[in-house]
C-alpha cells in the first residue's frame, strides 16, 4: 500500500505563489508517476501536471508556464510550484502516485485564489 501525504495549500491573492508538496510512503519504492489533479466545486477532477521516475514532465494546457512539477532525485516526494495564480486555479488539489497495479490519491489539499 502507498500513503500520500499533502501540504501546502491555503489562500492566496491573484498573481501570487504556492507550492504544493506530496510525500508518499509505504511501498512507495513502486511508484512509476507522481502527479497534481485538481477538482474545483461542480466540476471533474483534472489533470494539472505529472512527472515521471524519469523526469518527463506533462501540463495542463492552462497552467504552461506557470506551474512547475518536480521529483528531487526521483524520490517519492513531489512539488507543485504554482505562480501567477488565478481565480481559476481555485480548486483542492490531490497528489496522485501510480504504480504498475493502480493509482493512490491523497486526502486533498485546498488552494484558494482572492481576487
Known amino acids: 500500500q502507498v500513503q500520500l501525504a499533502e501540504s501546502g495549500g491555503g489562500l492566496v491573492q491573484a498573481g501570487g505563489s504556492l507550492r504544493l508538496s506530496c510525500a508518499a510512503s509505504g511501498t512507495a519504492f513502486s511508484i512509476n508517476t507522481m502527479g497534481w489533479y485538481r477538482q474545483a466545486p461542480g466540476k471533474q477532477r483534472e489533470l494539472v501536471a505529472v512527472i515521471t521516475s524519469g523526469g518527463s514532465t506533462n501540463y495542463a494546457d492552462s497552467v504552461k508556464g506557470r506551474f512547475t512539477i518536480s521529483r528531487p532525485n526521483a524520490r517519492n516526494t513531489v512539488y507543485l510550484q504554482m505562480n501567477s495564480l488565478k481565480s481559476e486555479d481555485a480548486a483542492v488539489y490531490y497528489c496522485?502516485?501510480?504504480?504498475?497495479?493502480?493509482?493512490?490519491w491523497g486526502q486533498g489539499t485546498q488552494v484558494t485564489v482572492s481576487s
Open positions: 496522485n502516485g501510480r504504480t504498475g497495479l493502480r493509482d493512490y
